[in-house]
């Protein structure tokens, strides 16, 4: 049903008749099927963090956890939600419009390359690590950190042979297994961190090994599922032919898609080393107290979880959808802009009253995830550090995901060395930020800045879209829509506030969940009534089953 529906997208496109209509309507499946099956993926992703965060709490072993999962994580988001397949998808999708037998053939040499290059890459990173242990001084904690992490690096060339993979059945019209292979990762997990609560397992350092290696098997149950899946479009035995020279026009496009799609994922990852400096170096830098100490990576990294869970159910998720039809419309200017507007409609949608929601019910949901739940959970202080933090983030959720679709519209276009210098520049500045705002406000000054940068990010990238591509992504229309989702969304915020003053005060666990409950359930009913009150489209774009589009759909 998927491919059908690709096939007839792709089609109706070709044909230059009715292609607006059928393409938002397909956009809605595709987003549909990718936030259904992504929903599910972060659930389980929010319950595996549940897990290991009541395991390992907000203590050096938490922070040590949580910073040797960080880079198979970075390598899994950069890939799965982006910067390869915003390299490959493009000449994949022309390709295989022409030759479906070449396009697999490129998707083979890809797959090889790719696989030896991270694997290269993955033992000179644990040969570095080994030196680190050897030559460093002893210190119990440092060498825990550096040994989880060589566990966990082998998950690296596997969670990029599953990206690419993902990147194929998406082209195919299949974006439903690539969705749900997270799904798996957390499975294992979860299991395994459940071995220390059944009371098989007592030492809480051994159930963080146990945990890693887990998380090492899962990426490989991925790419047997991805590959079954497949069904033979990649095959390890082909003959490169022809597609080599399509295959260095994709390598050559993958770093400033890395960088340009990527900028979240490298600043959060800059946000953790920085947060590990207590632990790997030391409590001063150049003679001066770090503002930081052993908690402050488990509360930085656990509390990312949390603002991402929006920004991967839906912000991507609508990116990940609309990017194979910008590519299909590249060479029709009406209709790119046409699908670039409703995909950042429909990020806006969704980003910003999950930015608002976030912010109004932040205490009461870190407090239900982290607290409450043992003598291995995070304390008072960490669940007060994780609202801190959790504020920061929060403030840019819609920046993260309007970033997303700009940044595929450039790809689409050929364009992958725009979004890269403007990620650069973010990277700088929220670096620039980071060391100024951690003295007053330890691990939130990091979140903040992860914010502020996007937020800039977003309005840069707004702006080259309409001056290097000649498109007007925010015409009047998008403009209206746009403040109307605003207002309702801060109706929404102030009906959560309002219900959150009639609940009694926060004692313990079971009173902030039944505020956070009773929060959450009265903003999905503001938001939901207002946007069909006020007809907004992008609800009916969302919920949209069918084609019959017969023209470009008016701009209201």
């Not at 290991?52 to 970075?74: C, E, V």
């Not at 030196?131 to 690296?156: A, T, W």
């Not at 799904?183 to 963080?208: E, P, S």
Request: charged share 15%; with cysteine; aromatic share 8%.
């Amino acid at each position: 049903m998927e491919q059908e529906t690709a096939d007839n997208s792709a089609r109706g496109a070709n044909r230059g008749g009715g292609g607006a209509g059928d393409a938002h309507a397909g956009l809605g499946r595709a987003v549909r099927t990718v936030s259904g099956l992504t929903l599910m993926s972060r659930f389980a992703g929010l319950a595996r963090d549940v897990v290991t965060a009541r395991l390992f709490g907000d203590d050096a072993l938490g922070s040590a956890f949580r910073a040797a999962y960080a880079l198979p994580n970075l390598f899994r988001r950069l890939f799965g939600e982006g910067a390869l397949s915003a390299a490959f998808l493009p000449t994949y999708v022309i390709l295989r419009r022409d030759d479906e037998a070449r396009a697999d053939e490129l998707a083979t040499v890809v797959v090889r390359a790719l696989t030896l290059v991270t694997s290269l890459l993955t033992l000179l990173a644990m040969g570095v690590l080994v030196l680190l242990l050897v030559l460093l001084p002893p210190d119990e904690e440092r060498s825990l950190s550096f040994k989880l992490m060589l566990l966990m690096l082998p998950m690296m060339p596997a969670v990029c042979l599953t990206a690419i993979l993902g990147g194929v059945l998406q082209a195919v019209g299949r974006f439903g297994p690539p969705a749900a292979a997270p799904i798996v990762l957390n499975a294992f997990q979860i299991g395994a961190g459940l071995v220390f609560y059944t009371g098989l397992m007592t030492d809480r350092v051994m159930a963080a090994y146990l945990v890693g290696a887990a998380a090492v098997a899962a990426s490989l149950a991925q790419i047997v599922w991805s590959l079954s899946t497949l069904r033979g479009r990649v095959r390890w035995g082909a003959a490169a032919g022809a597609a080599r020279r399509h295959a260095r026009s994709v390598f050559d496009k993958f770093l400033p898609a890395t960088v340009g799609l990527g900028a979240v994922q490298l600043n959060s990852v800059m946000d953790m080393v920085i947060a590990m400096w207590p632990l790997w170096v030391g409590p001063t830098v150049l003679g001066f107290a770090v503002p930081l100490d052993a908690k402050s990576n488990a509360v930085l990294s656990y509390t990312q979880s949390i603002y991402q869970f929006p920004l991967g159910v839906f912000g991507i998720a609508v990116a990940t959808a609309v990017f194979p039809m910008l590519s299909r419309a590249s060479d029709r200017a009406e209709e790119f802009a046409a699908v670039l507007r409703r995909g950042l409609r429909l990020s806006l949608f969704i980003g910003l009253p999950a930015t608002l929601g976030l912010i109004v019910v932040r205490q009461d949901l870190v407090a239900v995830i982290f607290g409450g739940g043992g003598r291995h959970s995070f304390t008072p202080e960490g669940v007060a550090r994780c609202a801190d933090t959790l504020l920061g983030f929060s403030v840019g959720v819609w920046a993260y995901s309007l970033n997303h679709v700009y940044t595929r519209a450039f790809y689409a276009q050929g364009d992958t060395g725009t979004p890269m210098r403007v990620a650069v520049g973010s990277v700088v500045l929220n670096l620039s930020l980071n060391l100024s705002l951690i003295w007053p406000l330890r691990e939130a000054g990091m979140a903040w800045a992860t914010g502020i940068s996007a937020t800039v990010q977003c309005v840069v990238l707004g702006w080259l879209c309409h001056a290097r591509l000649g498109v007007r992504p925010l015409d009047r229309g998008t403009l209206a829509g746009m403040a109307r989702v605003a207002a309702l969304s801060a109706v929404m915020a102030a009906g959560v506030w309002g219900a959150g003053l009639l609940c009694p005060a926060a004692a313990g666990w079971g009173a902030h969940l039944l505020r956070l409950c009773v929060g959450v359930a009265c903003g999905m009913v503001v938001f939901g009534v207002g946007a069909v009150v006020l007809r907004l489209p992008e609800l009916r774009w969302l919920v949209a089953r069918g084609g019959g589009g017969t023209g470009p759909v008016a701009m209201d």
